[in-house]
């Protein structure tokens, strides 16, 4: 049976909401959940963009569900960092935590003042910072000079066993590429015949482990409010690599979706007020073989999607809710 999880949103929903949130999801039978790791918002209209890994403690304490969340070691995290928090979570949380490797973007990245490299350097910062959180996380003191340095790391505090590594990927090459360290494959919703040559080219690559979609989604009970939701939140969030790695704030976010009409946004967006079609549509996406698809409502306000997803579509997908 596929899972079908709820996606926490950092940047357009204040922590103390989107833990309520999680609840929530848990309560309408949502089995599991992700969250981002930003600095800022894709968009000053969004207006949040809190802390994930303080609130991912307080959200597995406060829910049973797994958590993943999606994170790029290198620039703004050291992976000693990273490999220390994921390990301490993964310590008191058993089984229930993974993380989503990637090799960010400027907005998140350039403050460090270190500039922002070219893909290339960035895929090759990744790949020496999975070897290292992978030493660490098997107990080796660690030294490296490349890309990343580390002089004499070692993690005190480790889980039985490691978290599982997802490599993210939006390109079938980067797809295959991540099949040569990744514990599973993580990207999302792009055209049905895109996502299967991903999965194939990750597969094919000799890839193992789960295969994870994150789909955005904007319902509400009338089609053009569904509509200008998704107008409003997420219309920064259809552009396509370069120019979503490498706009470096909010600002220029907004300033390059100006133009965007609002039927553009559907490229991107799942956009209904049919919980039918909406149905419909995530059964096409988990039968090109995701094993978890996490369903993120791009509007700020969460509740009235979570209960009629709850009621009448994850029923629909083999998921039952939980009573109680």
């Not at 049976?1 to 999801?25: K, W, Y």
């Not at 978290?163 to 980067?174: K, L, N, Y």
């Not at 559907?266 to 079609?277: F, I, K, T, W, Y």
Request: glycine fraction near 8%; aromatic fraction near 8%; include cysteine.
């Amino acid at each position: 049976m596929t899972v079908i999880g709820f996606h926490a949103s950092h940047e357009q929903v204040h922590p103390s909401a989107l833990l309520a949130a999680a609840q929530r999801a848990e309560q309408a039978g949502f089995t599991a959940a992700m969250c981002s790791d930003h600095l800022v918002p894709w968009s000053e209209r969004q207006g949040q963009s809190a802390f994930a890994w303080s609130w991912l403690g307080a959200a597995l304490q406060a829910t049973t569900l797994p958590f993943g969340v999606v994170n790029a070691p290198g620039q703004r995290y050291h992976p000693a960092i990273i490999a220390q928090a994921a390990a301490t979570l993964t310590a008191m949380y058993p089984g229930r935590f993974w993380v989503a490797l990637g090799s960010g973007e400027a907005a998140n990245e350039h403050v460090t003042g270190g500039g922002w490299p070219r893909k290339s350097l960035r895929n090759a910062r990744l790949r020496e910072c999975v070897d290292v959180m992978r030493a660490l996380l098997a107990g080796e003191e660690v030294s490296h000079d490349g890309l990343v340095t580390v002089d004499r790391a070692k993690l005190w505090t480790l889980p039985e066993e490691p978290p599982p590594f997802i490599g993210t990927a939006v390109s079938v090459e980067t797809a295959g590429w991540v099949a040569g360290w990744a514990d599973g494959l993580a990207t999302i919703n792009q055209p049905l015949d895109h996502l299967r040559r991903m999965v194939e080219a990750y597969r094919g690559g000799g890839g193992r482990g789960r295969l994870v979609l994150q789909v955005h989604v904007s319902y509400a009970a009338d089609e053009d409010t569904a509509l200008a939701i998704a107008h409003d939140q997420w219309r920064t969030n259809v552009f396509q690599p370069p120019v979503c790695w490498d706009l470096d704030t909010p600002h220029a976010f907004d300033e390059a979706a100006k133009h965007v009409p609002p039927e553009a946004v559907r490229e991107a967006v799942l956009v209904s007020s049919d919980p039918g079609r909406l149905t419909a549509w995530l059964q096409e996406l988990i039968e090109v073989g995701f094993d978890e698809v996490y369903l993120h409502h791009v509007g700020k306000e969460q509740d009235e999607f979570i209960d009629v997803f709850g009621s009448r579509v994850l029923p629909q997908l083999g998921v039952t809710p939980k009573v109680g």
